[in-house]
């Protein structure tokens, strides 16, 4: 039997002292030790074994989009590169053979990636999964020699400590389902996305769900975007009103994704969630009031992805029948990273 087969649902998580319904912060403790990965501990060596049986047409999937992406002015800083020759940039005037480097510069936010478990604290504590409370200052240019000795924070370094992430992925094609229902969407809106429609999915696709699956979305988003320029982009997202097609964002949804047990979730948006949040009262709120961001990040220690490269994945799908395969990521090892470009591949 696996460690953990007998999770508690929802309902049944162990209240934890100030902090609202649906916390599972120390449920995967173990052996007197405060866990930092949360959901991923669930891609167990059993999964794990299970998911490498999706990778038999010998056929892999890239599912990161190029870094620069995001055209538009976000208040986040532009990816940049820059080339550099030993000869005139590095060791002007002592070095003369030919070799090229190059310095890059970005956001972890700017293009696909993995939010860690850091990334978006509960807002009524400001503390990040498992009862951590971490400021930029200590994270700011950590050192790999004296970083979190104790691994008690939850930054996506620690992930390959664990030997990176490997499990098996599922694809849910909302925008092939919703062309196939005649339901008319545009994924640069606020569309709504329920757990009743990701079910109907699974079952247009046949598609059945395991404890420790990596659930991936595809709602069309990046890959409207992508091939835009600024301007397009920007046009768009004025049309748009600033909205985001994706998951409601609410109890009940978190309810119904911490019961699958899933080891983490991705999408091709910008959000996962429906964006802007609609609010207790019935009103659109902020970046504040994203729902499934504080119940998955901070509560329930599951990482979520966002704007990942799904249309060449989708595509084959749709064409075999077949939306589960075997998905990898190495993230970035940074002491203290806070997001990653997931360097994520799909195996089929």
Same mark, same amino acid.
């Given at each position: 039997?696996? &460690?953990?087969?007998r999770?508690?649902?929802?309902?049944?998580?162990p209240?934890v002292?100030?902090?609202?319904k649906?916390?599972?912060w120390?449920v995967f403790d173990?052996g007197?030790?405060k866990?930092?990965?949360?959901?991923?501990?669930? +891609?167990?060596?059993?999964?794990?074994?299970?998911?490498?049986? @999706?990778?038999?047409? #010998?056929?892999?999937? =890239?599912?990161?989009?190029?870094? *620069?992406?995001?055209?538009?002015?976000?208040?986040?800083?532009?990816t940049?590169?820059?080339?550099?020759?030993?000869?005139?940039?590095?060791?002007? #005037?002592?070095c003369?053979?030919a070799?090229? *480097? *190059?310095?890059?510069?970005?956001?972890t936010q700017?293009s696909?990636?993995?939010?860690? /478990?850091?990334?978006?604290? $509960?807002?009524?504590? #400001?503390?990040?999964?498992?009862g951590?409370?971490?400021?930029?200052?200590e994270? $700011?240019?950590? =050192? =790999?020699?004296?970083?979190?000795?104790?691994?008690?924070?939850?930054?996506i370094?620690?992930?390959?400590?664990?030997?990176?992430v490997?499990?098996r992925?599922?694809?849910?094609?909302?925008?092939?389902y919703? @062309?196939a229902?005649?339901i008319?969407?545009?994924?640069?809106?606020?569309?709504?996305?329920?757990?009743?429609d990701?079910e !109907?999915? !699974?079952a247009?696709q046949?598609?059945?769900?395991?404890?420790?699956?990596? /659930?991936?979305?595809?709602?069309? /988003?990046? &890959?409207?975007i992508?091939?835009m320029t600024?301007?397009?982009?920007?046009?768009?997202?004025?049309?748009?009103q600033?909205?985001?097609?994706?998951i409601e964002?609410?109890?009940k949804?978190?309810?119904?994704?911490?019961?699958?047990h %899933?080891a983490?979730?991705? =999408?091709?948006?910008?959000?996962?969630?429906?964006?802007?949040?609609?609010?207790?009262?019935?009103?659109?709120?902020?970046? #504040?009031?994203l729902?499934?961001?504080?119940?998955?990040?901070?509560?329930?220690? +599951?990482?979520i992805? &966002?704007?990942w490269?799904l249309?060449?994945?989708?595509?084959?799908? !749709?064409?075999?029948?077949r939306?589960? %395969?075997?998905?990898?990521?190495?993230p970035?090892?940074?002491?203290g990273?806070?997001?990653?470009?997931p360097?994520?591949l799909a +195996?089929?």
């Amino acid at each position: 039997m696996d &460690e953990y087969e007998r999770l508690p649902d929802f309902d049944s998580l162990p209240p934890v002292e100030g902090m609202p319904k649906g916390c599972a912060w120390g449920v995967f403790d173990r052996g007197g030790k405060k866990d930092n990965l949360g959901c991923l501990n669930l +891609l167990t060596p059993s999964a794990i074994r299970e998911a490498y049986k @999706e990778a038999r047409d #010998g056929v892999t999937f =890239s599912l990161n989009h190029a870094m *620069d992406i995001i055209k538009v002015p976000t208040g986040r800083a532009p990816t940049t590169h820059r080339v550099l020759t030993w000869k005139d940039d590095i060791s002007p #005037g002592r070095c003369h053979f030919a070799s090229l *480097d *190059d310095e890059v510069s970005f956001n972890t936010q700017a293009s696909s990636q993995w939010d860690s /478990l850091l990334h978006f604290p $509960h807002q009524g504590t #400001g503390l990040a999964y498992n009862g951590v409370r971490v400021g930029k200052d200590e994270l $700011h240019g950590s =050192s =790999s020699l004296t970083y979190d000795p104790e691994r008690r924070i939850p930054s996506i370094d620690h992930w390959h400590d664990r030997g990176g992430v490997v499990g098996r992925g599922v694809l849910l094609d909302y925008r092939a389902y919703a @062309e196939a229902r005649a339901i008319q969407y545009e994924p640069v809106s606020r569309h709504t996305i329920t757990v009743e429609d990701l079910e !109907a999915v !699974a079952a247009h696709q046949g598609t059945e769900f395991k404890q420790g699956d990596i /659930l991936v979305v595809r709602t069309g /988003l990046a &890959e409207d975007i992508a091939p835009m320029t600024a301007e397009q982009q920007l046009q768009k997202m004025m049309a748009g009103q600033g909205g985001l097609a994706g998951i409601e964002g609410n109890e009940k949804a978190a309810k119904w994704f911490w019961n699958h047990h %899933f080891a983490a979730v991705a =999408s091709d948006n910008l959000s996962f969630e429906v964006y802007p949040p609609m609010k207790p009262d019935g009103t659109l709120g902020d970046g #504040g009031d994203l729902v499934l961001h504080s119940y998955f990040l901070s509560l329930f220690g +599951l990482n979520i992805g &966002e704007v990942w490269n799904l249309k060449a994945l989708s595509e084959y799908c !749709a064409k075999t029948g077949r939306y589960t %395969f075997l998905l990898t990521s190495a993230p970035l090892n940074i002491p203290g990273l806070v997001g990653s470009p997931p360097n994520a591949l799909a +195996l089929m």
